[in-house]
């Protein structure tokens, strides 16, 4: 294996293949081992200055003769020439250089020189050129012909050339007095410096400006040195040379003895094998690393040492063969050592880095913010995120203590070091919210994990910060949103709940007393039906703000729901202050409201109860309100506190609904009538049929408990078809007794949308045989007011029956009279609120005039309701209403007690057609 490698450094080397290595090399020497000409060799300059003194050219050769003259009259050993005498010029000049020559007896050397020509047919012939006999007959003869190495670059001189069978040395060899060699080529010395070779201008020689001791007993060189004469030839380090100057060099290298050629290739060859297989044998027993340093080690010894060889023995060593065998060996060893788990290592070592960018990326572009500490507290690294949510420049990041960005959190914490630190930072546990702070003081929620990370020699926190603020808002936005009415933003049924457990809680420590309330407005639901939902929500939103107009900061008003109302009041302890709060409310309330040009009254009914007198619970005071509440409702009160006996109403209606379906259906229904009272013939023409509900267990229960229930649920259809089959069965009986009386039954909301009524009625009539002008419906205005169009068009179907239409509860609604007019109604009743003591109140005495005149111009009978003294009857009587109904003539009773009142009372039975008339007492 070695000697392979050995074999292919050499036959490299011996190709030729390391000349340019080795060329390198020895100019380093060459600039390295610098080195002064000895001065024996004077090189007289055909330069510059001599070529313009002269100032013809070529010149004649009587100034060579001159020259030499001069020079050997100076003492000069020899002259030898680097310039052409080949070719004859005038006999004149000729005859006086050959006189000179023959002076000179054999001191003066002329140059042979061989050129390569192009000859005319394109042949290149190699012309000799001697110097003309006349003149070699008296001068000795050298060669100055050349051999650059195939770079065109000169690095050797031959040692002499041959001529026509005859050898000459060479100029080099001649000036050195080193001729014995005919073969071969020596090296020259480019480390000699040229410009330490002494030079005399060609014309200072003339003119005599010398000094003859610088000549004598020395070598004298004439040549060209002037680069207009075009002899440069390509060297190394210099880049290019005259050729006089290159022979002088070469010279020089003999007189120094700085020739001594590298070892013949053979032995090159030999010392390579050496090399190599003590190098691979001495790298083979040692680790790659230190193979590798003795490497680098044998490179720059061999080196050194070539370099003191060259600088001091002038000895040119090539060492280029033995650096590559070294190499190549040590390569192929290192190689061949370098395992798999080195090269695994290797790749690992870059997959490491690799994968530390990657991490490093991670981090710093986490949307975290990631905050390394060491165990002092004191930070050590910061990525983008963590900076920019602190508010930290980069190169604040080191040695800001921790402690300034979680001044919460640590607050108590004295000494924050160590494991205080780690577990005021809660190290290795759950992710935890805190509060941070900016660099500018601003605090800020944040989401934080802390894990310990040991590393080699010390372990360091790192945190996780997660800013929060967002979170927080949207929670906080969704906490409200679920705490509170959307419509009106007061506190919803869930929050009222919870502050009240609150107060009960806060109560029991202090044994305060306080007071909730209860409010339901009266007649929001006509607003909400007659002028539309955006009114009534524009409405509910007044109310809330007038109902926080009377609130103190600890007060809690919230909207339990359509137009439920309920406040907390902590601060009011007793039911006397309760009762005056709950006056204000009342009256606030009862300002009107101006809404789209409209102007809108609503009363309101309150409940109130009082902790811990009404209940222990929230929830049992809040349904206890709701049923004092209804009590002030029912009873038109304003206001009502809670009382044990109102309760059993209330569990009524709690029951009532899911009951009164199976009520209707098990004919717990029942039907009781009150009398009518015709005034033109004081006879009772007819009855209105109300309904009562027998309950089992609660005995009689009135319709304001259970209608607006059946009117919340589908049940109404059912009462109505109930109370309608039984009014009609009634008018049957009496129709079959003889007896014309009319009963009036009541329609609701949602009877009035059920275009089914019509023909439902018809159909009861039909099959009891029941002239339908007995039958009278009662609606209301507002109830009319939901969906006009189809109301009208029910009505219109009854009317063209023959079912009476009386127009109920006139004056509460909100429809012109204008209207009216196209109302298929027969009759008017008045409200109550405006028969209400007639006969001594002006203001609704004036209202039924009006009204009554009014309907009368639209065709219509007028009745009053709700007349209570027989004072207001007669009033009634005189401003020409038709007839009265009240408690003042006959109350509501069921059918058997009817039949007995009417026997006994005033107003008997007659049969006439318009029913009941009046007996005479
Ligand atoms: P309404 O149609 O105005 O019925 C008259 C109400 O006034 C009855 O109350 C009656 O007892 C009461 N009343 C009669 N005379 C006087 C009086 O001189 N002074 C006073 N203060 N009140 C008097 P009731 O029976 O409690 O009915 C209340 C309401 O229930 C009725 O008012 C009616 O709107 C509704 N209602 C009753 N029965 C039915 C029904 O079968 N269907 C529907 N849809 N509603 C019904
Ligand atoms: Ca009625
Ligand atoms: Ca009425």
Known sequence: MLAAVAGLVSAVYLLGGLAFIEHRLSELRFRLAQQDAQGDLVLVAIDPQSINGIGVWPWPRRLHAQAVDALLAAGASRVAFDVDFSSISNPLDDGAFAASLEGAAGRVILPAFQQAVRADGGMEMIVSSLPIERFAQHAQLASINIQPDSDGVVRRMPWASEWRG????????????????????????FGIRAASIPQIPFIDVLRGYFDPASVAGRTILIGATSVELGDQLAVPIHRSLP??????????????????????????????????????????????????????????????????????????????????????????????????????????????????????????????????????????????????????EPNQVPGHHVKALLPALLQGVDDPVGEVLAEGLRVDREPYEAQAARIDGAVFPIEISAARVQLADRSVITMFVRNIEQRKAQEAALEHSALHDPLTDLPNRALFLDRVEQAILGAKRSNDPFVIMLLDLDRFKEINDTLGHSVGDQMLIRIAQRLREHLREADTVARLG??????????????????????????????????????????????????????????????????????????????????????????????????????????????????????????????????RWQHPTLGLIAPADFVPLAEQSDAIALLTRCVAGKAIAQIA????????????????????????????????????????????????ESAMMVNPERALEILNRLAEIGVTVSIDDFGTGYSSLAYLKDLPARELKIDRRFVDNIARDSGNRRICEATIDLAHNLGLRVIAEGVESLEDLELLRRIGCDSVQGFHIGEPLPPAELEAWLAECDWSLDATPLGLARSNK
């Open 562 to 691: 359509g137009d439920e109302f309920a406040i907390l009041l902590p601060a009011v302890g007793d039911l006397q202050a309760a009762g005056r709060y709950a006056s204000r409310i009342l009256k606030s309330l009862r300002q009107p409201f101006t809404l789209y040009e409209l102007t809108l009254e609503v009363g309101g009914s309150l409940g109130i109860v009082l902790y811990p007198k009404h209940g222990q619970h929230a929830s049992d005071l809040i349904q206890r309100a709701d049923i004092a509440m209804y009590a002030a409702k029912r009873e038109r009160r304003g206001f009502s506190i809670y009382s044990a006996e109102e309760d059993v109403h209330s569990i009524r209606r709690l029951t009532l609904m899911g009951e009164l379906r199976r009520a209707i259906e098990t004919d717990q229904l029942t039907l009781h009538f009150q009398p009518k009272l015709e005034l033109c013939s004081d006879t009772i023409a007819g009855v209105e049929g109300l309904a």
């Open 733 to 780: 009986r009496w129709q079959s007794a003889g007896r014309r009386t009319g009963v009036a039954i009541n329609l609701s909301v949602r009877n009035l949308q059920d275009l089914r009524l019509p023909d439902l009625l018809e159909d009861l009539l039909r099959r009891s045989k029941v002239a339908a002008d007995r039958l009278t419906v009662e609606v209301t």
């Open 166 to 189: 005859r050898v000459l040395p060479s100029l080099a060899a001649t000036l050195a007095k080193r001729t014995q060699r005919q073969n071969g080529q020596f090296p020259i010395d």
């Open 243 to 392: 050729g006089s100057l290159v022979q002088a060099l070469a010279a020089e290298s003999l007189i120094q003895h700085r020739d001594l050629m590298s070892v013949p290739p053979l032995a090159v060859v030999a010392i390579i094998l050496v090399v190599a297989l003590a190098g691979g044998s001495v790298l083979r027993r040692v680790s790659w690393r230190i193979g590798l340093v003795g490497l680098c080690v044998f490179v720059g010894v061999t080196f050194a040492l070539s370099l003191l060889v060259h600088k001091h023995l002038g000895v040119q060593f090539e060492i280029s063969p033995w650096i590559a065998a070294v190499m190549l060996v040590g390569l192929m060893e290192i190689l061949g050592r370098v395992d798999q788990q080195s090269v695994r290592l290797l790749f690992q070592s870059h997959a490491l880095s690799s994968k530390d960018a990657m991490m490093h990326g991670i981090v710093e572009n986490s949307f975290d913010g990631i905050i390394t500490l060491d165990e002092n507290g004191v930070l050590e690294s910061a990525n983008r995120s963590a900076c920019a949510m602190f508010g930290l």
